[in-house]
């Protein structure tokens, strides 16, 4: 049933229990001291009452011998304690009866004593000093005071207040008896009740302070075994865990950087492999533009060979016109050699003249070396003319060929530019699907240095743990 009971409320009622015991035996303990002073109020009550019943008992007998006095002597002075008791004892049995009230039958005594003392005042004291005043006066003789006084009316009636008070105050002791009976035992059961209350709290509260603490240091001690072990193996897991997690973690961030380097490798290839499709396509219409070209060169050839003969002709043409320009020369050559002479001839005024003469002489020496370096070059032109012939004639041979190699070739471009395409966008997939493993590696890499963290945690939080449960352990069992 206990194992159902929170432990704040099993700490709670270890609590109010001997809270509870204590307020109990408060209220028991508050009870039997009232009794006990309720006890003592009556007792000092029944003194009261005793010393009142005593001071009438004095007054009574003041009241007779001042009586007694003034019946002697005649004199006022002896009627003073009569005077003052006889005022005082009226107020006593006043105060008495209220006092009694509560004792019907000390009340019906009280009665009877005021009653006898009226009639003792009246038909003995008041008569007295009536017939003793009348001796002063002289209406009566002593004999009648003292004939009154023998008869012993007086002495019945203070004998039978006497007995009246000895039984009233009689009773009274009686009743102190009985109070001062029941104050002890009223004090005896309070000292009892404040002992074997103290002792039944102390061993309630230690027997429910022993049974709570064995109902909550039971499981706590099952729980805190529990607690160590599950520590140690969470302590020795989360070491395993974490040296696992972080060789993961390593060997994710090895194959990330592989991954990373094949990503990259393969974007060089995808990047290359699309330069070459897109060269390939390029070199396939050039190819194309080539075979036109090749085309055009061949028609082109036909009409070089037309023009190579037309050149070899123009070569002719050429020879002769530096042939002729060869003879101009010469002839300038002379005329300067004439001009020159006939300068100098003419002396100073010919010096200009001569000047000239000698630049056109120059002048036709280089034409005269030039048209010989021209007709040189044409003489080589027309034999090089003649080669090219024979070699324009081969090449248009070999142009029939290259046209239809190039067809070929441009077939072959065609189908290598469409697989070029092919393994672009195969190549292109196989990057994407790369990089999307990259980043789940990369992922994986971040989750396992994670883990890792986390199980470095977990085994700092285990550590506290043995720490926590180590100071439960004192905190229970103490040391």
Not at 26 to 44: D, E, P
Not at 202 to 216: A, E, P
Request: with cysteine; proline share 1%; glycine share 4%.
């Amino acid at each position: 049933m206990m194992k159902k009971v929170s432990l704040t409320l099993k700490i709670l009622v270890s609590n109010c229990i001997p809270l509870l015991l204590i307020i109990i035996l408060g209220f028991i303990a508050t009870f039997s001291i009232k009794n006990l002073l309720n006890n003592n109020y009556w007792i000092v009550h029944t003194h009261e009452v005793i010393n009142k019943g005593l001071t009438m008992q004095k007054l009574l007998v003041d009241m007779e011998t001042g009586i007694r006095g003034f019946l002697i002597t005649g004199k006022d002075e002896f009627l003073e304690p009569y005077i003052n008791g006889k005022k005082s004892i009226a107020e006593n049995l006043e105060n008495l009866k209220k006092q009694v009230n509560d004792n019907p039958q000390q009340v019906k005594r009280l009665n009877i004593i005021e009653k006898n003392v009226n009639s003792w005042i009246e038909k003995i004291a008041d008569f007295g000093i009536d017939s003793r005043k009348e001796v002063t006066a002289g209406t009566k003789t002593m004999d009648f005071v003292i004939s009154t006084v023998e008869s012993g009316a007086g002495k019945q009636i203070m004998d039978d207040l006497r007995k009246l008070i000895d039984k009233f105050i009689e009773t009274e002791h009686d009743l102190m008896d009985i109070r001062n009976e029941n104050s002890k035992n009223s004090g005896n059961n309070t000292i009892n009740i404040i002992i074997f209350g103290t002792l039944f709290t102390i061993i309630t509260t230690l027997f429910v302070g022993y049974f709570i603490s064995k109902s909550i240091a039971k499981p706590v001690n099952s729980s805190i075994e529990s607690l160590y072990g599950s520590s140690e193996t969470l302590s020795s897991s989360s070491t395993q865990s974490a040296s696992s997690s972080q060789q993961l973690a390593e060997k994710t961030s090895e194959q990330a950087a592989s991954l990373e380097e094949v990503a990259s490798s393969l974007e060089e290839i995808s990047s290359m492999t699309r330069q070459n499709a897109e060269n390939v396509k390029q070199t396939d219409n050039i190819m194309r533009n080539v075979d036109q070209i090749v085309k055009k060169a061949d028609d082109s050839m036909s009409s070089l060979i037309t023009a190579m003969s037309g050149i070899s002709n123009a070569s002719e043409e050429i020879r002769k016109i530096i042939k002729t320009i060869d003879e101009i020369a010469f002839q300038a050559n002379l005329l300067a050699l004439n001009a020159a002479v006939e300068a100098a001839r003419a002396g100073e005024s010919g010096a200009g003249f001569a000047v000239v003469a000698d630049e056109v002489k120059n002048l036709a020496m280089r034409v005269t070396s030039e048209a010989k370096n021209t007709a040189g070059l044409i003489e080589d032109t027309i034999q090089k003319v003649n080669t090219g012939s024979e070699y324009v004639s081969d090449a248009s041979d070999s142009f029939s060929d290259v046209v239809k190699n190039v067809a070929d070739a441009v077939n072959l471009l065609a189908e290598i530019s469409s697989a070029s395409g092919e393994q672009n966008r195969g190549i292109e997939q196989v990057s994407i699907s790369v990089t999307e493993m990259d980043t789940i590696v990369q992922q994986n890499a971040a989750n396992a240095e994670e883990s890792a963290s986390v199980s470095e945690e977990m085994k700092a939080q285990s550590e506290n743990m043995k720490t926590v449960i180590n100071n439960l352990v004192l905190l229970v069992k103490g040391r």
